[in-house]
């Protein structure tokens, strides 16, 4: 059974940075997709970056240019980089790993980020 755990939300000012990370545990398995999602209060769960094969990007064009997507497959494990952060960015972060091609997708639990002064 395959178990996803998110870290590294927080509080952080605006212009800041945080890097959330999404691995796995309970079970050996190898990372295809990574995509992160976000959702603040009263609003849809909404798309953020993604990343398949560990090399090919995708971003929502709110984050473009200030967020990095990334992954490594061997373990698997998918990050986020989020620079010059800024009060909209501010959400619940949700990382949807897909481990082999052709499965479901898992979620992560959750992980807060709050950007303000």
């Known amino acids: 059974q395959v178990q996803v755990v998110e870290s590294g939300g927080g509080l952080v000012q605006p212009g800041g940075s945080l890097r959330l990370s999404c691995a796995a545990s309970g079970s050996r398995v190898r990372l295809y997709v990574m995509k992160w999602y976000r959702q603040s209060p009263g609003n849809e769960r909404e798309f953020v970056a993604g990343i398949i094969g560990g090399e090919v990007t995708s971003y929502a064009d709110s984050v473009k240019g200030r967020f990095t997507i990334s992954s490594d497959n061997a373990k698997s494990t998918g990050y986020l980089q989020m620079n010059s952060l800024k009060p909209e960015d501010t959400a619940v972060y949700y990382c949807?790993?897909?481990?082999?091609?052709?499965?479901?997708?898992?979620w992560g639990q959750g992980t807060q980020v709050t950007v303000s002064s």
């Open positions: 949807n790993p897909v481990y082999y091609k052709g499965t479901p997708g898992y």
